[in-house]
């Protein structure tokens, strides 16, 4: 599975930003699929996933009520909708892909993108 990410950019404290990650492969509805972050000089950490069957989606605290994760299966492309930014959310946005189910942990995902940067300007 290859997963090309997008979306990212500038945005004003209190605006919203959509990416996208389409991800090749046949088989793109049977993996769980997810966002991770990066900010500068912190460690990657979980953002949001959503199961393959749409079943289930899970969010980090930071962001529950801000951030929709969404999976169209018929384009392979998973969404994240970023609403009411901070600029502690100025980060590197990555999507992963895994094979079983996703966690939290970076360390379950077995496919990654190539990151996308947004930053939030105050």
């Known amino acids: 599975v290859q997963l090309q990410a997008s979306g990212g950019g500038l945005v004003q404290a209190g605006g919203s930003l959509r990416l996208s990650c389409a991800a090749s492969g046949r088989t793109f509805s049977s993996y769980d699929m997810g966002w991770f972050r990066q900010a500068p000089g912190k460690e990657r950490e979980f953002v949001a996933r959503v199961r393959w069957s749409y079943a289930g989606k899970y969010y980090a605290d930071s962001v529950k009520g801000r951030f929709t994760i969404s999976r169209d299966n018929a384009e392979n492309t998973v969404y994240l909708q970023m609403n009411s930014l901070k600029p502690e959310d100025t980060a590197v946005y990555y999507c992963?892909?895994?094979?079983?189910?996703?966690?939290?942990?970076?360390?379950?995902?077995?496919?990654w993108g190539q990151g996308t940067l947004v930053t939030v300007s105050s």
């Open positions: 992963a892909a895994a094979e079983d189910r996703g966690s939290n942990s970076d360390t379950s995902w077995d496919y």
